[in-house]
């Protein structure tokens, strides 16, 4: 029963094209079997009997891009918090032992955001009042090794998490 629930859940993500698996892992399902294929050749990451590679990895991304704790995966997967825990511990070492190869020499740069005051309707202002109470929106930029913009975003409400906005 539980081995059933754990491939619908992956099928439900992998299995039904690349919008859901973009929403899901934040990539299509292309990149996500390339990673797989990384995280298993270069990075050592390997299935014992307990949790496929894909679910492994499917995991450790959706703690990663919605900001996920462990307990929500335990219910989503039938898992154990303690083996939610362990593989996402397994795939953060593969990727670790792999960042000479997922982070080359050349692209680092600097990441980060601000809160820009603005006027919205009175409808809206709730949406983008910040923490501290003002109405802003957020701008996010990146730069490259010569400080040069490479990328901005900006309109985010300002109540936005950095999560969501990444």
Known sequence: MNSRIRRDALER????????CIWELRMNTNAFANLCELLQVQGGLCEDGQVSL?????????????????????VRFCRSGETVSK???????????????LFAK?????????????????????????????ICTNALGV????????????????????????
């Not at 679910?55 to 995966?73: C, D, G, P, W, Y």
Request: aromatic residues 10%; proline residues 1%.
């Open 106 to 134: 050349g692209f680092l740069g600097a990441l980060d955001g601000t809160y820009i005051e603005v006027t919205v309707p009175e409808s809206d202002k709730s949406r983008y009042q910040t923490m501290k109470g003002k």
């Open 54 to 74: 894909l679910e492994q990895v499917a995991t450790f991304l959706i703690i990663l891009a919605h900001h996920k704790k462990n307990r929500s995966l335990q």
């Open 13 to 20: 993500i992998i299995g039904e094209g690349d919008k859901n």
């Open 143 to 166: 730069c490259n090794r010569d400080m040069s913009f490479v990328y901005v975003l900006s309109g985010w409400e300002g109540s936005a998490s950095d999560s969501r906005i990444f």
């Open 87 to 101: 593989y996402f511990n397994k795939v953060l070492k593969a990727i670790i032992r792999m960042q000479n190869l």
